[in-house]
């Protein structure tokens, strides 16, 4: 059966669009809920890359956090992220000692963003806290990096950790589960032609 629940005629093959998103529940250890994503290459297994990888997981990424007010992190390369937000006019501050906060980039900013940044990690959060600056989050993002989410992502509706190069992204949430995960993105990645699975 396909992901939108048609079935295969017997003796012929499913033939699967060229992506494919694969939502589970992850095990990070006790008291962590996660889910993780995975954005691969249907028949090589490989991670997608390049501009589609950055259009699918932008259109990810505003599914997700609905209409919440959400932010994105970086906490590496702070200088260069600084400068390329200058440059292409998305707002930013500086929060800790390193680490410089997004507040709600568009759709177009996103996709520059994941293109840009495809070989960084760097981390989301979503929920009503984040229309506020989190000065102990954003200290221990500087300090720790995204490891400071396992601590902090009770306070939001999600904290998510972005490794598009990996074709990855974590969600820690107490109220996300992997059915409502893949309920928010199916409209989104539908004009992508990706196939959502649930891997058993």
Not at 13 to 39: M, N, R, T, Y
Not at 74 to 90: D, K, M, N, T
Request: hydrophobic share 40%.
């Amino acid at each position: 059966m396909s992901s939108n629940g048609a079935a295969v005629p017997s003796g012929q093959s499913l033939e699967l669009p060229p992506f494919s998103l694969e939502v589970q529940a992850l095990d990070l250890g006790p008291d962590i809920k996660a889910v993780g994503l995975e954005l691969i290459d249907t028949e090589s297994r490989e991670p997608v890359l390049g501009a589609q990888a950055a259009e699918i997981w932008s259109a990810v990424t505003l599914a997700l956090v609905a209409d919440l007010p959400y932010v994105l992190d970086f906490f590496s390369h702070v200088p260069r992220v600084a400068q390329f937000c200058s440059e292409h006019l998305i707002p930013f501050r500086m929060g800790g000692v390193r680490c410089v906060v997004l507040p709600r980039p568009n759709l177009e900013q996103l996709r520059e963003l994941f293109a840009r940044f495809a070989e960084e990690s760097f981390g989301l959060r979503s929920g009503p806290a984040a229309q506020d600056p989190d000065g102990d989050l954003e200290g221990d993002l500087s300090k720790r990096g995204l490891e400071a989410y396992k601590d902090a992502y009770q306070r939001y509706a999600f904290c998510a950790v972005c490794e598009s190069a990996d074709g990855w992204f974590t969600l820690l949430s107490d109220s996300l589960w992997s059915s409502e995960v893949i309920r928010r993105i199916r409209p989104a990645v539908e004009p992508f032609d990706v196939y959502l699975a649930r891997p058993q």
